[in-house]
């Protein structure tokens, strides 16, 4: 039995964590604003807190971060209804053993804080303790409040303190440079260089003079010394894009210099030490690759220190609008233009291949196009097609159903026509929301006005 105090100025998130945690055996202790759960705090020293971000008398970032004071810091949660990447970064930054977002699915709740019970019991982890005493702050880059995002911020917290090397995947335009930069922003390192190599746009003959630099006279042209992007970041981060274009050959120097962190200029014979985090980007299925022998696996290994996986806008669309606002803010300067309904349709209709790089250009095509304050449809780029995958895709194929059925009265007299396509129609909805909220059942229950109860047995008659 844990003794666990609650923090929260809503009655129903309270009682809910009482009556939850209670019948979990735990001792639970509830206060609405800062004041009363400090003076609880230090009256029952609990093994665990959990505080909402925003309370009536207080910033709950503050209260966390005078709860982190001392020689014996709390366990805490945070609960935020808002959870952007500024919240996530500067909750684990000043101590959070994590968070959950409203609203609460009571499910999660329970992993969430058996974890860091557990974790109470052998005190906090390496991580947790980097983390407190070495991050400095973030710059927000990436945006997006979707669940799948708030598990990026978190990796970003997380990993940003330590010197692990980090494999960042996900496909094109999903922001993966971006990703690297918000953790380069967020360690001790952010005051200095942040380098980046773009491997696909290195022919072979240039990957070691532009990585490891040259010295005069060390190839026909080399007429001066010139320092690598290895050593411009010194100190820094090196960032390597669509690491699996490498070659063989450059993959087994760029090992070597992971393992030994000294490196030669071409021409030279002397040893240069280097001080730099090295963070890599892949588009690739970089495993797939190391067994069709095009990708060293020892490289692998050294490069998978920690992964962070950048979902694709297509999982995130529930984000759409907030880029879209994003992107008019930054480039509609300085005249201000607004999107309207109709043309933000046309876009959460689209697959988004490109991801949000497709959809930054589409925005700047809008605004190019655009000739009043207001984005239309017809401002908006020629949209290739629909596919037939996902929710819309299998609506369509639904509606095929009914017009095959159509053919013949005797054929429409005969089939259920109305449940078989409201059956159809269930597995496509609830399977995307799903997808968007990460799992949460009681957000795709709220989202569809729909009881709990009602939505599992959907998912269950659904196979989802």
């Excluded at 505080?51 to 503050?62: K, S």
């Excluded at 500024?86 to 101590?95: C, I, L």
């Amino acid at each position: 039995m844990a003794n666990i105090v609650v923090i929260d100025d809503e009655q129903g998130v309270c009682h809910a964590f009482e009556q939850f945690l209670g019948r979990e055996g735990h001792q639970v202790t509830v206060a609405a604003t800062a004041q009363r759960g400090l003076g609880l705090i230090d009256e029952c020293r609990p093994d665990l807190v959990i505080l909402d971000i925003r309370l009536p008398d207080a910033d709950g970032l503050d209260v966390l971060a005078r709860l982190m004071r001392g020689d014996d810091p709390f366990d805490v949660l945070i609960i935020t209804a808002h959870g952007t990447m500024d919240t996530a970064v500067e909750a684990m930054r000043r101590g959070a053993f994590d968070y959950l977002t409203k609203p609460i699915d009571l499910d999660e709740a329970k992993q969430v804080i058996d974890r860091a019970l557990h974790v109470h019991t052998r005190k906090l982890s390496e991580e947790v303790v980097h983390l407190r005493q070495q991050i400095q702050g973030a710059t927000p880059l990436l945006v997006g409040n979707a669940p799948v995002m708030q598990r990026v911020y978190k990796t970003i917290g997380a990993v940003a303190a330590s010197d692990a090397t980090v494999l960042i995947c996900g496909d094109s335009g999903t922001g993966k440079e971006l990703a690297a930069r918000a953790i380069h922003q967020a360690s001790p390192r952010s005051t200095r260089a942040f380098v980046t190599v773009d491997c696909t746009a290195l022919p072979e003959t240039l990957v070691e003079s532009e990585l490891y630099g040259y010295q005069p006279g060390a190839f026909t042209g080399a007429n001066q010394a010139k320092p690598g992007k290895l050593e411009r970041a010194d100190g820094g981060t090196l960032f390597l894009d669509e690491i699996g274009d490498l070659s063989m050959a450059a993959q087994a120097k760029l090992l070597r210099f992971l393992e030994t962190r000294q490196t030669e200029r071409l021409g030279s014979n002397a040893t240069i030490a280097l001080d730099v985090r090295v963070l890599a980007a892949t588009n690739q299925d970089l495993d797939a690759r190391c067994r069709q022998g095009v990708f060293r696996q020892d490289l692998f290994y050294r490069l998978h220190v920690v992964s962070l996986e950048l979902p694709p806008l297509r999982d995130r669309m529930a984000d759409l609008p907030l880029l879209v606002a994003h992107f008019l803010e930054q480039a509609s300067e300085p005249r201000r233009v607004e999107i309207s309904q109709a043309a933000l349709d046309a876009l959460m209709a689209h697959d988004w291949p490109g991801n949000v790089r497709e959809l930054r250009n589409a925005v700047d095509h809008a605004l190019i196009q655009c000739r009043g304050d207001t984005i239309l449809p017809e401002d908006l780029p020629c949209l290739p097609s629909l596919t037939t995958a996902g929710p819309v895709g299998e609506f369509h194929q639904a509606t095929r159903v009914l017009l095959a059925h159509l053919r013949s009265d005797a054929e429409l007299r005969e089939a259920p026509l109305y449940r078989e396509l409201l059956g159809q129609f269930d597995h496509a909805v609830i399977a995307e929301l799903l997808k968007i909220t990460g799992g949460n059942r009681t957000r795709v229950a709220e989202i569809l006005g729909m009881h709990r109860t009602t939505l599992r047995n959907k998912i269950l008659q659904c196979g989802l």
